[in-house]
């Protein structure tokens, strides 16, 4: 192996300074970095075709080569969201086709598991990471970015899935006591520029037994419980349903915004302000009020300095309810903001960014092995040699996943290993030929499907579907 230069020599320090985006080990250790390429599949085909690093004319074959190949990976993946689509029928929240397949009770919760199996497959097709929702450390944080206090019930969820992609800083400012809040100071907010998350809410009843049991309390009181949790969702959120959401650039600090169920509570500090000046407000208004009843011979003197307590009291209550009307409405732009797709668009979206995933994999390690000869026991040096390129071409440090790529060309035919574990690659013209001929023959090979899940029915049937309408 000769290293990166296997692949390319690095751009002009200028250039490359240019192009240099920051780390992702900025926020997650050496150990943990992420398999996200934060690069376009046009600027890797673009560096790995120039003509200096093909022998003449052969770049061009490259170039007509990667095209093919990005087709095909995206054809694989309008396949595999053709059959997300079928087996999310009955779980789509936002569908506006009517309802003509009954499932049963069995047949949903094997939907239920295929879904959530093949969602998480995209996602990690996609290169995002797994947030496990049991680390209540990384979800429940002290404290939001916006200055909420934010609280989620993690036991409401039947299924619950977190994954983020793209985890870096970002700059903001904010006035501080240590300079007496005249000027502003910067500081680093850890961000996740993609968050995804799903969820399908436990039925009312489930955890109304589960609370019976927790709080040790009758099935009433933990019905009424349930019910008040519930109080914020809007009635045609169901369990019966599955959602998906993706959001961008969220703050670390912020993961408890995007859950239905979150509550927004009063920090500490406006807890003190709104008491302070909520005692010292009732305080004074009843001192006076007391004083003005010691000397009062007059009735209606008497009904006023009553009257003018009751408003203080009342101006004291709608100041804790203007406060947290604010923070709801900062919750809610925040959201607004940051919301990227819902449901079937998630699905779209994922399918479209894992097959561009695949795709800068497959060009980086195609571009070595169709350089030189490698067996597969020396995948460890191509392994750093790219993810060397890839620091040294664009300053992004990533954990480069050679194995899934491999063994997708291998898959495609594009890639050949022979019997001693040489990894031979097809010339760029014949691969580009290769994937023509698969192209060919995919309708002719499309296998047959007998039967799906539940059963079709007549308006007249006496059947109904298992979710709620």
Not at 241 to 250: C, D, G, P, S
Not at 323 to 328: A, P, S, T
Not at 351 to 364: C, F, G, N, S, W
Request: contains cysteine; neutral net charge.
């Amino acid at each position: 192996m000769q290293g990166p230069a296997a692949i390319a020599p690095p751009p002009a320090a200028a250039l490359e300074a240019r192009l240099r985006t920051p780390a992702i080990d900025e926020v997650l250790p050496v150990d943990d970095r992420e398999r996200f390429i934060p690069l376009t599949r046009n600027a890797i085909a673009d560096r790995l075709t120039r003509q200096q690093y093909w022998r003449h004319g052969e770049e061009k074959h490259a170039r007509r080569f990667f095209r093919y190949l990005s087709y095909w990976r995206q054809q694989s993946y309008a396949a595999r969201l053709l059959e997300l689509d079928r087996i999310y029928e009955p779980f789509s929240p936002d569908s506006d086709l009517l309802i003509t397949r009954a499932y049963t009770v069995a047949e949903r919760l094997g939907l239920e598991r295929q879904l959530v199996s093949q969602v998480k497959s995209l996602l990690e097709g996609a290169n995002f990471t797994r947030i496990d929702p049991s680390n209540v450390e990384m979800i429940l944080t002290k404290e939001s970015h916006y200055g909420l206090d934010l609280h989620v019930d993690l036991e409401a969820f039947d299924e619950l899935e977190i994954y983020y992609r793209g985890a870096t800083k970002r700059k903001a400012s904010r006035r501080s006591l240590r300079k007496f809040y005249l000027r502003k100071e910067e500081y680093d907010v850890p961000v996740f520029q993609r968050l995804f998350i799903l969820f399908k809410l436990k039925p009312a009843a489930k955890r109304a037994r589960e609370i019976m049991l927790e709080k040790g309390c009758s099935l009433d009181d933990a019905e009424k419980i349930v019910k008040r949790n519930r109080s914020m969702l809007p009635p045609e959120v169901k369990s019966d349903f599955v959602y998906m959401k993706l959001f961008k650039n969220i703050p670390r600090a912020d993961i408890e915004m995007v859950f239905p169920n979150t509550k927004v509570r009063f920090r500490l500090f406006d807890k003190v302000k709104l008491g302070v000046s909520a005692g010292g407000g009732l305080g004074m208004g009843v001192i006076g009020t007391a004083s003005k009843i010691a000397v009062a011979t007059n009735p209606v003197a008497l009904a006023g300095a009553v009257a003018g307590f009751g408003g203080i009291a009342v101006r004291q209550a709608f100041a804790f309810m203007n406060q947290k009307n604010r923070y709801m409405i900062t919750m809610a732009q925040n959201l607004y903001f940051h919301a990227l797709a819902d449901n079937r668009g998630v699905l779209s979206l994922m399918a479209t960014r894992a097959a561009e995933e695949d795709v800068k994999e497959e060009m980086l390690l195609y571009t070595v092995l169709a350089k030189e000869t490698v067996k597969r026991c020396e995948l460890k040096d191509v392994d750093h040699a790219i993810e060397q390129y890839l620091q040294n071409t664009f300053g992004v440090n990533l954990n480069f996943d050679v194995e899934d790529a491999l063994s997708r060309l291998l898959s495609d035919g594009v890639v050949v290993e022979e019997a001693d574990g040489t990894l031979r690659a097809l010339p760029p013209g014949k691969a580009a030929e290769h994937i023509d001929m698969l192209w060919d023959k995919l309708l002719d090979e499309l296998p047959d499907i007998e039967s799906f899940e539940g059963r079709e029915f007549e308006p007249d049937d006496d059947i109904a579907d298992t979710r709620d309408a």
